[in-house]
């Protein structure tokens, strides 16, 4: 149980996206750093945020960061493209901790990786709108030439459960397709959802080009930056993680107990106008 008065380096990292995808990141998370806890927000009742208007993608980041930082998080990740799209720079301004998102890390990965320069970015349509990953790898590689592709079918196969379903792989190689098409031998999974469909993503590509996950660069510089704020923790035990939604959970329980190996992590829901919250396991 985390202490109102812990030291600091002993409270959680919050953790948040719309949904179950930033779970890869917390995958990566405690593959890097098993014994950092993680606090994860999936704002399930607000699901799917591609969609959404910019702005009420930022009144919930607002909301949440608010409230995850309420319970002492000591650091933020956005483990959202499309927030991180919207509110990186702002929040990493105005808190005075630690913020990382997904597509910074995400850009450097893929400007590195390309041999031909041509990048295919997978993202929700807010992502695309944004146009923050083009953006970002320009400005470390101005030659880039950067394609990007909303696909808004992704989230919603990964979230009701669909990744087996035979229509998954078609409709993955229906957006992906293209991009390979056009030439690109880099592709970013530019959700934290699609992680979950890399097996489909990565059958179709073959040695065609090479896919780049955000999470990984993302969790490898939050792992350097904490520890060079000397804010890692010091204490090797097992992490007391929880995981809270603010409307439906039970792809956020399957896979907090399947793909994390956390079946006993609390998972609550909590609607954060009323701040009352609610255990569900
Ligand atoms: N997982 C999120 C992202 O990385 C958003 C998915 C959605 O709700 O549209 O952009």
């Known amino acids: 149980m985390i202490k109102e008065g812990a030291q ?13 995808g930033g779970l890869t990141v917390v995958r990566e998370m405690i593959r890097r750093m098993p014994y950092e806890t993680v606090f994860y927000y999936a704002d399930t009742a607000h699901l799917p945020y591609g969609p ?4 009420e993608i ?5 909301e949440i960061t608010d409230f995850l930082i309420s319970k002492g998080a000591k650091a933020i990740c956005i483990a959202c493209n499309i927030s991180s799209a919207v509110m990186l720079n702002r ?3 105005e808190l005075n901790i630690p913020v990382f998102g997904m597509i ?14 041509h990048i295919g970015i997978l993202a929700t349509e807010g992502t695309v709108k944004s146009g923050a990953y083009s953006r970002a790898i320009t400005e470390l590689k101005p030659d880039a030439v950067v394609l990007e592709r909303a696909c808004p079918p992704f ?8 990744i ?10 229906a957006f992906l397709q293209p991009l390979l098409d056009e030439g690109v031998d880099t592709i970013v999974l530019g959700c934290t959802h699609y992680p979950f469909l890399e097996e489909h993503i990565h059958d179709l590509i073959g040695n065609s080009a090479v896919v780049v996950n955000p999470a990984q660069r993302t969790v490898a510089m939050m ?10 923790t010091e204490i090797a035990k097992a992490p007391q993680h929880r995981f809270y939604a603010s409307g439906e959970d039970t792809s956020l329980r399957r896979l907090v107990a399947g793909e994390l190996g956390l079946p006993e992590a609390p998972v609550y829901t909590i609607d954060l106008e009323k701040k009352n919250a609610a255990v569900t396991r």
């Open 58 to 62: 930022e009144s919930f980041a607002l």
């Open 8 to 20: 600091v380096k002993e409270r959680p990292i919050g953790v948040f996206d719309s949904g179950v």
């Open 155 to 162: 989230v919603p196969l990964v979230e009701n459960d669909m």
């Open 223 to 232: 792992q350097e930056r904490l520890q060079g704020l000397d804010l890692l």
């Open 164 to 173: 087996a379903d035979p229509c998954c792989r078609d409709t993955v190689a």
């Open 52 to 55: 959404r208007p910019l702005a």
């Open 104 to 117: 910074p890390p995400g850009a450097a990965a893929a400007a590195e990786a390309t041999r031909n320069g």
């Open 91 to 93: 929040l990493s301004c």
